[in-house]
């Protein structure tokens, strides 16, 4: 197997849509209409933050299963199935039990401490939380990547496997009717598996999984749309090499147009939901694109800035919500305005979330193989 160089690109793509899942997280806590149930809720709220949230939510964890997607095969190869899972469930699925046991519980009780519920933290882990209040946080998606990899994984040592074992193919561009067959198959994915749900809407499956039903077509559409990049040599440098000019207008133009659809008001008709998940679909593939095309040409390089924020963009990702959740909190009473409070906490969220990666994550004994 031919080695490849790092491709710096997509780790700071990677780290930026890592800083992407702060800024919707705590734009949610001013959006105008945010969910009941979600953790701190200011009374200070602007319909600006609720433009933010339906903007930044559509590429970000897309964005994520495609870069998994895309190093999965090489990484695959070079340890073998048994290495690949032994490594993955190292880095993985432990995080994702550990943070589902003990740190979902501690955020999700942020909804009980900031409505003044009295009801003991003990009380709620032992009751409430394994029953009506059960969510994993952000926790999620390192169960359904750990899946997505296991099924990798049995498809590669399945007899027809030419394309996951090969070593080394031939260079194929996309062409644009790839990239409309592929928009139009995950919106219809999207309505296949959530026939009377939204976009937004959270099912719990036997405890093991917490999904949006509404997203799976997507979540498995850019994990393989990654994987199917990779073993065709996009982005290489006789591969394909996206153009972020007409990428960034469509982006734009499908950022405008999804954005109109979900503020014009609730419908649950078939027609809206076929509008609005073609209009998802198109806005996410368009950011995609856009974004390698921004990265690749602007933002490759391995300064230290990028390289800090890029190895530490998973122990970002995994603490973020124990700071930035009780911070929201204590600030409720500041009086200032929200998009101080806002900019506020980011900042402090993603420096603080980043000083315990690279201070405890990536070094306490234990932890620093998972991070």
Known sequence: MSAQPRLHYLDNLRAFAIILVIVLHA?????????TWWYVIDSDR???????????????????????????????????????????AVRLAIPWILGVIFLAPLETYMTYVSRGNPTGYLQFW????????FQQSVYWFLGVLFVGF????YAYVLPAR??????????????RS????FALLTAGGSLLFSPGLSLDD?????????????RIGYYAGYFMLGIYAERHGWFTETGYRPRLAPWGAACALAGLAYLADRTAGPDRTLPSQMLEAALFSVFCLTALVAGIALFKGWVDGSGPAWRTLAANSFGIYYVHPLIL???????????????????????????????????????????????
């Open 27 to 35: 734009a949610i806590t001013y959006m105008s209409v945010p969910p």
């Open 46 to 88: 602007s319909v600006v933050f609720t433009w933010l949230v339906l903007l930044v939510d559509v590429p970000i964890m897309q964005v994520l299963f495609f870069v998994a997607g895309y190093f999965a095969v090489r990484s695959l190869q070079r340890r073998g199935p048994r290495g690949f899972i032994r490594e993955k």
């Open 126 to 133: 032992t009751s409430d939380f394994w029953g009506p209040m």
């Open 150 to 153: 296991l099924i990798l994984v």
């Open 162 to 175: 030419h394309l996951l074992q090969a070593r080394d193919l031939p260079v194929v561009k996309p062409s």
């Open 178 to 181: 790839l990239f409309l067959w």
């Open 202 to 214: 959270w099912r719990s499956f036997w405890i093991l999984l917490v999904i949006q039903p509404a």
């Open 325 to 371: 959740y009780p911070l929201a909190y204590v600030i409720l009473d500041v009086h200032v305005p929200a998009v101080a409070k806002f900019a506020f906490l980011v900042v402090v969220t993603l420096l603080g979330s980043l000083a315990v990666s690279a201070l405890v994550l990536k070094r306490a004994p234990g932890l620093r193989r998972m991070f």
